[in-house]
């Protein structure tokens, strides 16, 4: 499998990713290399990454409790404390070796120690290996809201070792493939439709290679989401809210952000049908190509009013508008589109329909 080439880095899968990270460790003479983990990559993942690095180095774990209730400024300034106590200078280098959670933080924290040292991602999760290993973005949450704090800061490389999706529950497969879903909602209809044939998300190293090359033309020709890169928010507006509001509630279940978005991508893709004029045939097929992998979640009112009102901390709104993605047909989004409050509780209304 070919790497991928992004404006300022590498995607290197499977042994070629190994290949590539021993050449550059032997060419760059870091004075220190720390490894991330989180308590599932440091037993699963880890002993294999491990045994491919070729090479006597100096190698520092650091670990970090898993889960996006962690992905904060405090889990950041614990790193960073032992980064310093473990001597780490302006030569080191960060190893990501996690899902989105870990990569996300790990990436912010090497673009912030000492002004910023180099950090390569080692994604462990499907949703990590097609969403966070191509953009650049870093960050973590600011309480219940999702990725408030953060920089765009390109990594030295990522590396895609498709393997480690074997450690992985079927839940978390799910959810990573919600992100891929979403990739032929925005890009292209043929990719759709290939995806709702999927039942075995271990042996989709094509698909998301296909996924990875996607995002990368959409960031390559918009790397600050100035314009087309918005589009990869379809279903995170909504989305987004629900997955914080779930994180807070006493009540309910935690969502994962595949199972969060991909009712996003329900909700507004009932937006899309009564603004843009997406078909009913399109917006039935989407509702029920996501109900087949995710289970349905009951709302009350109460939950919508709140995750409603979380929508005014959106990263793409501006000026006081809450802007949306939204599709016209499927392949064919459009963006900062704004939504009449009447529409909200009727989306969510169709989500709950039969």
């Known amino acids: 499998m070919q790497s991928i080439t992004t404006s300022s880095y590498a995607v290197h899968f499977n042994q070629r990713a190994y290949d590539a990270l021993n050449v550059h460790l032997s060419n760059k003479a870091y004075s220190k290399i720390f490894i991330l983990v989180d308590e599932n990559t440091h037993e699963n993942c880890l002993p294999a990454f491990m045994s491919q690095i070729q090479g ?31 001597d780490g200078d302006r030569k080191s280098i960060v190893l990501n070796l996690g899902g989105g959670v870990l990569t996300d933080l790990g990436g912010f924290v090497a673009s912030t120690f000492k002004r910023g040292i ?6 462990t999760t499907l949703l990590s290996m097609v969403d966070a290993s191509v953009g650049g973005k870093t960050g973590v949450d ?8 953060g920089v765009i800061n390109q990594p030295e490389m990522v590396l895609i070792i498709t393997s480690f999706l074997k450690t992985l529950e079927e839940r ?35 698909l998301i290679y296909d996924s990875v090359v996607i995002k990368n033309e959409v960031v390559r020709q918009d790397p600050t989401e100035q314009h087309l890169r918005k589009i990869l928010n379809y279903g995170h507006t909504l989305g987004h809210a629900i997955e914080s509001y779930f994180l807070e509630s006493k009540i309910h279940k935690t969502l994962l952000h595949g199972e969060a978005i991909g009712i996003g991508m329900i909700l507004e893709a009932y937006l899309s049908k009564e603004l843009l004029g997406l078909s009913d045939f399109e917006l039935a097929d989407i509702k029920a190509t996501f109900l087949s992998h995710y289970e349905k979640v009951s709302f009350t009112k109460e ?36 939504i009449p409050d009447v529409l909200y509780q009727d989306a969510f209304a169709y989500y709950a329909e039969q």
């Open 303 to 338: 939950d919508i009013t709140t995750i409603l009102s979380l929508l005014k901390f959106d990263k793409k709104n501006s000026h006081g508008n809450i802007n949306f993605v939204l599709i016209s047909a499927i392949g064919k989004p459009e963006i900062d589109i704004q």
């Open 172 to 206: 978390q497969l799910r959810s990573g493939f919600a992100e891929m879903l979403k990739h032929g909602l925005i890009q292209s209809n043929a990719y759709w439709e290939t995806l709702k044939k999927v039942t075995d998300f271990l042996h989709i190293d094509d």
């Open 118 to 123: 180099d950090f390569i991602n080692v994604p």
């Open 142 to 149: 600011l309480g219940p809201l999702k990725n408030q704090i």
């Open 56 to 86: 006597d180095y100096d190698f520092e774990i650091i670990e970090i409790e898993s889960g996006e209730e962690n992905k904060n400024i405090e889990t950041c300034t614990g790193v960073w404390s032992a980064l310093s106590e473990l």
